[in-house]
C-alpha cells in the first residue's frame, strides 16, 4: 500500500507541468458566422423531444471543469469522442451552459449556432458514416441554474462552499455539451480545478492524488463503467471524505461540515445497504461504491452513478433506495423517460424489501396501505407506464402504484420466480436500456405465466385496478 502511494505520489509530482498545460491557457477567441439549424434534433423521447441527437454515438466525454465557487465562474473544455452512425455534413448536441467561445472537430475549426437547446455544428469536413471523430467545445461563464415549475431545480445548482451538477432528466445541458438521449451512454473523465483547499468529487474513481498548481487545485475522476448523462455528477466544495470499503468495493462517502451529515453513519448505512443488495441483486455493478452529502437545497436526493447525492443527511431507506437505483436505473435503465417506473417503482420497491427484512411492515401490509386509498381518489389517476412529462416524479403514480405494480408481479409469480427475475433483470440488461416490454417478457419467460393482463391494469390503464 504505502509502496504504491509513494510510486503515485512521486508520478503526479513529475506530471504537475502537464498538469498545468492541460489548464485554459492559449484558449483563443476567434469569432464564428452562425450557421443556420435544419439537421433533426432529438432521440425521439415522447416527453423530452429535443434531447439526444441522432446520427452519431458518444464514447467517452472528457470534462475539463475550473470553477471559482467567489464569482460562479465555469470554464469548460469539453472533448467528446463519438461515431457516425451516418454522413454527417452537421449535427447537434445539448447544450444551454455558459458562452462558447470556440468549437473543433478532428482538430479543425468548425462554424457552429446555437437556437435554444440546440447546438448545431458543422464540422469543415464531411464526417463519414462508421467513422470516429472528436469534437471539442471551449466554453465560460456563469451557468443559469435550471428551474422548471414541475421537475424541480436541476443542473448547475450552488452551493454555499460550491456547486453541484445534479441532471435528472435533462440538465446535464447545463454544464456540459452532450447528447443528451437517455439510451447513449458513454464513460467519463471529470477534470476539475478549484482554488486550494476546494475538493472536487465526481462519479467514478479518483485518478491519483490532486494536482496542485499555483494557488489552483487539480483533481481527476474517471467513471469506466457507461453512464447515462443524467447520472453524470460533480460535487465542488468544502467536504470531509471517508475511504472505506465493502468487501473489494471502494466506498468513498463525503460530507459538506457545515450540513447535518454524520460522516461515520453515512459510510456504514451505505455500505450495509449495498451489502444487503449485492446478495439480493448480484454484484454491484460500478467500480466503486459511496455518498455525498451537500446542501443543495434541491430536496431530493439524486442516484448519481455510483455515489448519489443526499441534500442534507439521508436517513437509511434513502440510502437504501439511491443504492438500489444502481442495479435499478444506472446499471439497468429505460430507453425513454416514460418508463420511469422501471426505475422508481423498483427502487421504491426494494425500500420495502428492506424494512420487511429489517424489523419493519411487511411488503404486503406496505401494498394494503395503499390499496386501501378508495377508487376515486386520486392515487388511481395517472397511468404509472405513461405517466406524462410533468409527473416523472409522480409519489402516488410512478413510485408507490410503481412498487404495487412489482409487488403484483411478485405475488403471482411467487417469491422463487420474482427474485430469480430481479437477478436475471439486472444481469442481462446490465450497461444497456430497456423497456417495459423486456421486463414483461422476461417474466413470463421465468414464471411461464401470462403477465400482460397485470402489467395492462397495474401500467397502462387508468383507475384501481382488481386483484383476481
Ligand atoms: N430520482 C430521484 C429519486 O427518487 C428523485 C428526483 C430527482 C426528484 N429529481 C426530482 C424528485 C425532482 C422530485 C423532483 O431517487
Ligand atoms: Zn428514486
Known sequence: MMH????????????GLACAMAMFAGVPATAHAAT????PAGAGDPYFPLAGNQGYDVAHYDLDLDFTPA???LNGQATISAEAKKDLTRFNLDYSGPAISRITVDGRD???????QELTVVPAKRLKSGHDFTVKVWYGGVPVTIDDPTLGIYGWIYTDDGAVGLNEPDGARNWYPVNDD?????TYTFRITTPNGVNALANGEQQGPPCVNGDRTTVTWNERKPMSSYLSMVAIGKFDVTNGRIGNLANVTAVDPTSDGDGAVLQSTTAEAIAWEQQKFGRYPFDSAGGIVDKSGVEYALETQGRPVYDGMPDTDTIVHENAHQWFGDAVTPKTWRDIWL???FATYVEW???????GPTAQSVFDKYYAKPAGDK????????????EIFSGSAVYYRGAMTLHQLRTTMGDRDFFTLLRTWTEKYRYRNVETKDLLDLAQSISHKNLKPLFDAWLYTEGKPAIP
Not at 504504491?4 to 506530471?15: E, V, Y
Not at 437517455?182 to 458513454?186: F, H, N, R, V
Open 110 to 116: 468548425a462554424t457552429y449556432s446555437q437556437d435554444g
Open 379 to 390: 392515487f388511481w389517476k395517472l397511468k404509472t407506464g405513461d405517466p406524462g412529462r410533468d
Open 343 to 345: 426505475n422508481e417503482g
Open 353 to 359: 424489501m428492506w424494512d420487511e427484512e429489517h424489523g
Open 182 to 186: 437517455i439510451g447513449d451512454k458513454a
Open 36 to 39: 443556420a439549424g435544419g439537421s
Open 4 to 15: 504504491a502511494m509513494t510510486r503515485r505520489q512521486r508520478g503526479a509530482a513529475a506530471i
Open 71 to 73: 464569482t460562479h465562474v
